[in-house]
């Protein structure tokens, strides 16, 4: 299978070219729960079988085990057929399984420790662990992970980490860039806020967003996305179901921002589902072609579990949606006027 791409050249120096479905790795690490080895294998087949050929991950991700899985993956794929994107920001230092990070939210993970650096030598060591976790001679795109209040626990600290970056890390990742080792970098964060704060004070290519541009929320339409569309930088749609309530529905337990939805998510959701169900679209395909709308966007990630959930993701990015549903939305207050459809 062939899937839809989108080419982005900010640089005029040939760029990257994404499918418009990429793949998000974080269940390749054991998010929520404990996949084995052959079911991981199976539902990046299952990908890539679909035509998929973006990938991101991170060393956070199952504490270096999604990109290790990658790595047998992806060993005997050409490297120019696929875009590969992981994380800087933190290093990983050995624990034991009762002092490892991640309890509760990581399941059968080496057991080791995280550490926050966004210094020039922190990136340069968060780079060298990934190469050799994913045993591939080139990374695509470099994103700064986690600087937003959900990880850093305040607006001050968020600031501070900010400031560490642009002193250190910023430079690593510019210095690569301008060598060819990387070819794009940017930020991979919850809060749109924070990459605007980023762009302003640098020259950063992608940003890639969890959460904050989607069906749910388009705030980011009032200053960020703008700013991104004059500079031409790109943006990369993590999170397009809001942590699963877009693509289960609203119902009981049912999550959204990682956590269980409030009453007036649940509300709000079921209202967009209505409208969607008048039109025949499952609510997940809108969902997913929604931030693809927007002239910014270069991809979408959907973390898919299982191989039914990759085929959902699969045929929620071919799917066609009629315009009146979008115009529906906007008429019952459902979706901002100024979002491009």
Sequence with gaps: MTQATRHWDRLDNGGLTFTEIGFGTAPLGNLYRAISDDEADAILQAAWDGGVRYYDTAPLYGFGLSETRLNRFLRDKPRDEYVLSSKVGRYLVPATEETRDGHGKWFDVPARREVYDYSYDGVMRSLEASFERLGVDRIDILFAHDIDVPNQGSRANVNAKVDQLMAGGYHALERMRSEGVIEAFGAGVNEWEVCQQLAERGDYDLFLLAGRYTLLEQEALETFLPLCEARGIGIVTGGPYNSGILA???????????????????????????????????????????????????????????????????????????????????SEGLMRQDAPT
């Excluded at 409208?275 to 991809?299: G, I, N, Q, Y």
Aim: a negative charge; glycine letters at 6%; hydrophobic letters at 40%.
């Design 248 to 330: 289960t529905g609203p119902k009981p337990g049912a999550y959204y921002n990682y956590e269980l939805a409030p009453e007036e998510i649940l509300d709000r959701v079921a209202a967009i589902q209505r409208v969607c169900e008048a039109h025949k679209v499952r609510m997940v395909d809108a969902a997913f072609r929604f931030p693809l709308l927007h002239p910014c966007t270069v991809s979408v990630i959907p973390g898919g579990q299982g191989r039914e959930e990759m085929a959902s993701n699969l045929q929620a990015a071919a799917a066609d949606i009629p315009s009146a549903l979008w115009d529906d939305l906007k």
